[in-house]
């Protein structure tokens, strides 16, 4: 355990040091093949010493990832493939022979400048990789957890059920319809909302706004964009629900909740306003001026320019913008929690409590939790269901825009 | 045939389509045209002729008020159309442009369909009453811009997936088919191979006995074919304006003389 502990820490100490050592050296082993006259050597002395110097460092993050990753999956089997105090070794192993090999192969003949190429392009395929991976993992994470809810729950009763009442003594109808309803309801509500408002408001800023107006405009409504959700929340919670109860929901005897679909949804539209906004402000300014000088020039107006010629050229983009504004909408919890409520419920009544899949997994993730049990575990099939849904918004927004790219390009 | 075309001129030679005066524009600080004055003849071919940059579509561009687009550009002067200040505040630049249609340099077709491209203009100004009605205007127009042949089995595919010389070519028939009174063309043949820039000077030919044309060319050659008049501008001016033969063959102007003979451009 002790060794442990001084291990660690000095094991990046040990591997910058070789990799400085291996470049130093390689450099002054170039210089000496040289003879004197650089032109003798095919790569120039600095690229041999950066050469160096990433064939130690690349080696050794990547041998430590790959032997992490295996002790993890041991771990996970319940047994010890490697154990922790091996790993620097190893590593230390792979970082003294990057060292060694780096230092020989600088001879005059050697195109370091080549190699050097060869290991920033593995360096951005890495970094490219860590992000796929990634999300790799999430998913597959999420999967294990739904897979071993999905042993103790029905499937049937999760995807067709409408009845959610979580009890965390057992027994618990653990239905998605209801949360799945209050999901898109307030989704719908809220773009709804956002998605006209916002394309209308990016079309008087790029159409008709002149440059003074735009100049002020613009960055207001990316401060709007930059609020947190939880500011928009407490709106909804003190404004817009108490608002919508007094109002609406108890004049015309629909309900006397402030928390209502109604209130999170206006929220949440009004939160993605900007979004919306802004992303179709880009695809109306990405569409050339040429275009509306050629519909202008056949004696078309303004407004018959920006409807027929203006936005089927932006469309991809602007389609683009209300199905990204779509996933929000769908994985937004905070203005759900304190504008909606936390009441599973299918209704069609706009001004009653509803709520959604992001704000049960939070709450059936809170407080005493018990991993194993279906309470628990149902988080994450809610989650991958989430995920799925999103996923599938987002591949169909690329879709769309590409088939419009095809031709109108 | 040209003697009579000069006789007939001289005898409607009051019949001026165009007529502007003192007209001066400035992009910001920079004047790009200088006190031109001009009058251009319905059922002409007038030809703008001179280097580039010399302001030829700027002007061109002021005749259908198309400048107004254009934050830093400023117009002054005066600019008649049929004897109708085209500045006046009465005068609304859509009815205009209606009248006064133009071919762009660089081709603009929009992010529609060809068909909608070329159906668009009659469909605004309700030139169609039925559905069959905007198909035979659509087509004639195709026909006369020498794209129908090309077309006619894709109308529906979009119109910016044609070629740079067929998109231009659509741009001229989305023009004609608004059916104006002028037709500004901006090199309208800059990137048509020979055949084509050949129907296209068939085109104009025929258009000139309704319309007046005005066109944009830096081919001599083709100013000598198909203008009855010829514009030369130099550096913001108009340097010299005539009947086509004389401006080709005796030249007033050393510099219009230099630059015919290739001198200057
Ligand atoms: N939008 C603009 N903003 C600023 N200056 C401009 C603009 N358009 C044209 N100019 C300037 O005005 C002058 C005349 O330009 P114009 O396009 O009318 O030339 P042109 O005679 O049509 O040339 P070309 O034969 O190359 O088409 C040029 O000096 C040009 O730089
Ligand atoms: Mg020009």
């Known amino acids: 355990m002790i060794r442990n502990l001084d291990m660690a820490p000095s094991l990046p100490a040990l591997v910058i040091g070789l990799a400085v050592l291996a470049s130093f050296a390689?450099?002054?082993?170039?210089?000496?093949?040289?003879?004197?006259d650089l032109r003798n050597l095919a790569s120039l002395p600095g690229p041999h010493g950066a050469n160096a110097f990433l064939s130690v460092l690349v080696p050794a993050i990547a041998s430590y990832a790959a032997l992490s990753l295996v002790r993890l999956i041991g771990d996970r089997q319940g047994v010890e493939l490697l154990s922790a105090h091996s790993v620097p070794v190893a590593v230390l192993v792979v970082a003294a022979l990057g060292c060694g090999g780096a230092i020989s192969v600088s001879t005059a003949r050697f195109r370091a400048r080549a190699a050097f190429e060869w290991w920033i392009k593995s360096l951005l395929?890495?970094?490219?990789?860590?992000?796929?991976?990634t999300t790799l993992g999430i998913v597959l994470s999420m999967l294990f957890e739904a897979v071993q809810f999905f042993q103790q729950y029905h499937w049937r009763d999760f995807f067709l059920s409408s009845k959610w009442s979580p009890n965390f003594r057992g027994n618990s109808a653990l239905g998605i319809l209801p949360l799945l309803w209050g999901t898109l309801y307030i989704s719908f509500i809220a773009l709804l909302l956002a998605v006209p408002v916002g394309l209308f408001a990016a079309i008087y800023l790029s159409e008709y706004a002149g440059r003074r107006m735009r100049n002020v405009a613009k960055p207001l409504i990316e401060i709007l964009a930059g609020i947190p959700t939880i500011v928009y929340g407490l709106f909804a919670l003190t404004t817009i629900g108490p608002v919508l109860r007094d109002y609406f929901a108890q004049p015309l005897g629909l309900g006397d909740s402030a928390s209502s679909v109604m209130t999170a949804g206006l929220v949440m539209?009004?939160?993605?306003?900007?979004?919306?906004?802004s992303l179709s402000d880009d695809a109306i300014n990405a569409v050339p001026q040429a275009m509306r000088d050629g519909s202008y020039a056949l004696g078309a107006t303004r407004s018959e320019t920006i409807r027929q010629v203006v936005i089927p050229a932006a469309l991809p983009g602007i389609m683009g913008a209300a199905l990204l504004a779509a996933s929000r909408a769908i994985g937004e919890t905070m203005i759900v929690v304190l504008g909606a409520g936390a009441a599973a419920r299918l209704s069609l009544n706009p001004l009653e409590a509803m709520t959604t899949i992001t704000v049960k997994i939070v709450?059936?993730?809170?407080?005493?939790?018990?991993?194993?049990?279906?309470?628990?575990?149902?988080?994450?099939a809610l989650g991958l269901t989430l995920f799925v849904f999103t996923l599938g918004l987002n591949v169909l927004a690329l879709m769309i825009v590409r088939k419009y790219r095809e031709r109108y390009e | 045939m040209k003697d009579i075309d000069v006789i007939e001129r001289s005898r409607a030679g009051a019949r001026q389509k165009i007529s502007a005066r003192n007209v001066q524009v400035r992009y910001g600080h920079t004047a790009a045209i200088k006190n031109v004055s001009v009058d251009i003849a319905a059922d002409t071919v007038t030809a703008f002729i001179g280097p580039s940059g010399c302001g030829k579509s700027t002007f061109l561009r002021c005749l259908n008020r198309m400048n107004d687009t254009i934050d830093t550009c400023r117009v002054t002067g005066e600019i008649r159309i049929d004897d109708e200040d085209i500045?006046?505040?009465?005068?609304?630049?859509?009815?205009l442009r209606a009248k006064v249609g133009m071919v762009f340099q660089k081709p603009n077709p929009f992010a529609k369909s060809i068909y909608d491209n070329v159906a668009y203009g009659p469909k605004i100004h309700g030139l169609a009453r039925t559905k069959a009605e905007l198909g035979d205007i659509v087509k004639v127009a195709l026909e006369k811009a020498a794209l129908w042949d090309e077309v006619k089995d894709r109308l529906d595919s979009p119109g910016t997936g044609l070629s740079g010389g067929q998109q231009q070519r659509l741009c001229i028939a989305r023009a004609i088919a608004t059916a104006p009174q002028v037709l500004l063309m901006d090199e309208p043949c800059s990137a048509l191979d020979p055949i084509a820039t050949a129907q296209i000077e068939e085109l104009i030919h025929d258009l000139r006995r309704n319309y007046c044309v005005v066109i944009v060319t830096h081919s001599m050659q083709q100013a000598a074919r198909i203008s009855q008049k010829t514009a030369f501008f130099h550096l913001g001016s108009l340097v010299e304006y005539g009947d086509t033969d004389q401006v080709f063959t005796a030249p007033r102007d050393s510099r219009t003389e230099s630059y015919i003979t290739g001198r200057i451009g």
């Open chain 1, 26 to 36: 390689a450099q002054m082993r170039a210089r000496a093949a040289s003879g004197g």
């Open chain 1, 125 to 133: 395929i890495a970094a490219a990789a860590v992000a796929v991976l």
């Open chain 1, 269 to 277: 539209g009004i939160m993605l306003i900007p979004f919306v906004s």
């Open chain 1, 363 to 380: 709450s059936q993730l809170t407080g005493d939790t018990d991993f194993a049990s279906p309470e628990t575990l149902v988080a994450f």
């Open chain 2, 87 to 95: 500045h006046d505040p009465k005068v609304d630049p859509v009815q």
